[in-house]
């Protein structure tokens, strides 16, 4: 059994390898990644610093009260040297300046100046106008201070909630976008074993396959053939994650699922693996029992039915506290693979539910196999119409 196992995963591996939907799928997602990690990039880093300058004859000291208004807003500017009023108005028109406070009473930029370089501006000016003010009617230096001095407003934040830990923040991001992943990678590659069944039926090339090996080492072959090249896809994409973390810095810093630890990414495969094996059979189970592809299609609203449960109890935990349900759910084996790995990433799973997930997928695999091997025995070799479930079974 073995040697036709392989025979028939080495077959499924290249056949499926050199497809063009495979390799539009995988270079889509590919493409998706970098695309999704730049726009992050984009809105994570710093905002750019704008540039101003003073000029002409406005009260001493304004170009210090620009900067030290901004640092008290908490706007990054940059004073720029301008020998002369024409000079700072070249600057702002060519662009190498955003806008020039001239005479201490008149802003120059191209368009309205943005509403931070307007604060700061209007905010130095006003302050130096009193300052000189002060001076005039021969207040002392303390007596100045006190009235230029800002207002210190206290911020007291009512929340109950404490620090935000930006790695339990990542934690609990990517283990829902495991769920996503999951369902995504499952749902496609299960159909490509639905898919490979129902073509053979159409060539009658599993006639003459099942002469040479069983129908378990038929179906065992095809989700191993059609899973490593699963795990390539998986690799393919790690590593075009890794070149976005590398390519967009520190912007998409938030996105580095590496700070997980090597333990989450091990554990998050695993279960690809337990769920693409469990799903793949029985798309492949229900393959068997049509003889068109557009038969096929009609039944992978099976495969989602039984999923979107466990996917949106992950999508409730996500937002609040975690449901009830996720626990119990995520031992029941349809559902471990999405939801197991969302509980171990966020630290909600014990050793012992971990455990009895494993050993339950495992025998529902099991039953799965042998289910869809009498299936598959029953309605192989069967065209025209669909065959129930129930009348294949018998049959095998």
């Not at 009193?130 to 009512?158: F, K, Y």
């Amino acid at each position: 059994m073995s040697s036709g196992v392989g025979l028939i995963a080495r077959r499924e591996f290249v056949e499926r390898g050199r497809s063009r939907v495979f390799i539009g799928v995988l270079i889509g997602s590919m493409l998706l990644i970098l695309a999704g990690m730049f726009a992050v990039s984009l809105v994570g880093r710093p905002v750019p610093s704008e540039s101003v300058t003073v000029a002409g004859q406005g009260p001493p000291g304004l170009a210090d009260e620009v900067q030290r208004v901004a640092a008290d807003l908490g706007v990054a500017v940059v004073l720029v040297d301008s020998a002369s009023v024409e000079q700072a108005r070249q600057a702002v028109q060519s662009g190498s300046v955003d806008a020039a406070l001239i005479d201490g009473d008149t802003i120059l930029a191209v368009g309205a100046p943005s509403a931070s370089v307007d604060a700061v501006l209007r905010g130095a000016a006003t302050a130096t106008a009193r300052v000189l003010a002060a001076q005039q009617l021969g207040l002392s230096q303390e007596a100045v201070d006190t009235v230029i001095q800002p207002v210190v407003v206290v911020v007291e934040d009512l929340s109950t909630a404490g620090p935000v830990d930006d790695l339990e923040v990542a934690r609990g991001l990517a283990a829902f976008m495991s769920v996503v992943v999951l369902f995504i990678l499952v749902m496609a590659f299960g159909q490509f074993v639905g898919s490979a069944v129902v073509e053979e039926k159409q060539t009658r090339v599993a006639e003459l396959v099942l002469a040479k090996v069983s129908t378990a080492a038929m179906l065992v072959g095809k989700v191993l053939g059609v899973g490593g090249l699963g795990l390539v896809q998986l690799v393919i994409l790690g590593m075009t994650y890794a070149f976005g973390l590398w390519a967009f810095g520190d912007g998409s810093a938030g996105l580095d699922l590496f700070r997980l630890g090597f333990g989450s990414l091990a554990w998050m495969t695993l279960w690809f693996v337990v769920g693409y094996a469990m799903y793949s059979f029985v798309f492949a189970t229900m393959g068997a029992t049509v003889s068109r592809l557009e038969d096929l299609q009609s039944l992978t609203y099976v495969p989602s039915v039984l999923l979107l449960p466990a996917y949106a109890v992950a999508a409730a935990s996500l937002t609040g506290t975690a449901s009830p349900l996720l626990a119990p759910m995520s031992m029941v084996p349809i559902w471990s693979p999405l939801l197991m790995p969302f509980r171990i990433v966020t630290g909600d799973a014990a050793w012992w539910e971990v455990l009895v997930a494993l050993v339950g997928s495992a025998a529902f695999i099991a039953l799965l196999v042998w289910f869809g091997a009498r299936v598959y025995r029953g309605a192989a070799l069967r065209t025209g119409g669909r065959v129930s479930l129930r009348e294949a079974y018998r049959a095998g």
